[in-house]
């Protein structure tokens, strides 16, 4: 038998709520009006109206544009604050979901680092793990590759064997280095003044030698804002089965073909774990109504 479809209100400020919350909106107790949650069987609608426009005086002159309040409240967008849920993106390619607190640690690699570290950096901050390996220190390096001009070179890899031997460093003498409080950056310059073969390699495989060390040396974290982009990113990453293989070039192309955008009337059938809803409810920016509806009688959730 068809399994049943329940309907559940969608959100359309996806900036303050996590996107499953589509799935999870109680119902109101006071009586439906606009702009409020009404109650229908069998879907539950949204419907977003702008806020009404401040008073005249005080109230409206503290949200005028270079006033006080208004210019913290702008920072406060910009910047990580205690109950933010943000994804930690290790080394470019690993990402967790992290609410930031006052207390409690995050697992970065082999390494236990407190979450306070995160609170009131922007986003987009990269950090690296400490020689102590267990703090994290704000850095203006990404590890992001770095772009040179090409040069012509007579040096080719033809002759050259990939064997261990070719390593005069023995990994006791790397946790030497370590021990002595080396920074990754170090320990990667001694394995490659430690190769025989390196002087020999191209520029391209000496390149590749040093992003391949640098990946097991070095920790880079970058603070990320969660978005419908970089959640899917995560998500897809990481378990794509509970997106069932949505992609975020993908999504894109579903929310453009359907013309999401503000003031637009939207019924979505999620299935995603509430990834697509998400999506739409942040496309809406609050301007706009929403009706998701998912599959079964349980809301699924990332």
């Known amino acids: 038998p068809q399994a049943p479809v329940t309907a559940v209100a969608a959100v359309t400020e996806a900036s303050s709520i996590p996107l499953d919350a589509a799935a999870a909106i ?14 229908s069987t069998p879907a539950q609608v949204v419907t977003a109206t702008p806020a ?31 109950g933010d849920t943000i994804i930690l993106e290790v080394n470019g390619d690993r990402h967790s979901f992290v609410t930031v607190r006052e207390t409690g640690k995050v697992r970065v690699n082999k390494a236990d680092c ?26 203006a390096r990404d590890g992001a590759e770095t772009w040179s ?39 990667v310059a001694a394995l490659a003044a430690g190769s025989s073969t ?10 590749k030698y040093r992003k391949r060390k640098a990946r097991k040396y070095l920790t880079f974290v970058t603070v990320v804002r969660p978005t419908a982009r970089s959640i ?18 993908s999504l894109a192309i579903m929310l453009s073909l359907a013309n999401i955008g503000a003031h ?15 999506a739409v409810a942040e496309r809406l920016g609050g301007l706009g109504t929403a009706c998701v509806t998912y599959p079964g009688t349980t809301p699924p959730s990332l």
């Open 26 to 39: 109680p119902a109101p107790s006071e009586a439906p009006g606009e702009g409020t949650l009404t109650n």
């Open 52 to 82: 009404a426009a401040p008073e005249q005086g005080t109230a409206a002159e503290a949200l005028l544009p270079g006033s006080a309040s208004a210019d913290t409240a702008r920072i406060r967008r910009r910047t990580v604050q205690i």
């Open 114 to 139: 407190s979450v306070a570290t995160f609170i009131g950096v922007p986003y987009g901050a990269v950090f690296e793990l400490a020689e102590d390996g267990k703090t994290l220190r704000r850095t």
């Open 149 to 187: 001009e090409a040069t012509s070179t007579d040096r080719n890899n033809a002759s050259l064997n990939d064997v261990a031997t070719n390593q005069t460093l023995t990994p006791e003498d790397v946790q030497a280095l370590r021990a002595g409080g080396a920074s990754g950056s170090e320990i």
């Open 198 to 207: 390196f002087a020999a390699k191209t520029e391209f495989s000496q390149e």
């Open 232 to 249: 899917c990113e995560a998500v897809f990453g990481k378990t794509p089965q509970k997106l069932h293989g949505l992609r975020a070039d």
């Open 264 to 278: 637009a009337r939207v019924v979505v059938m999620d299935a995603c774990s509430g990834m697509v809803s998400g």
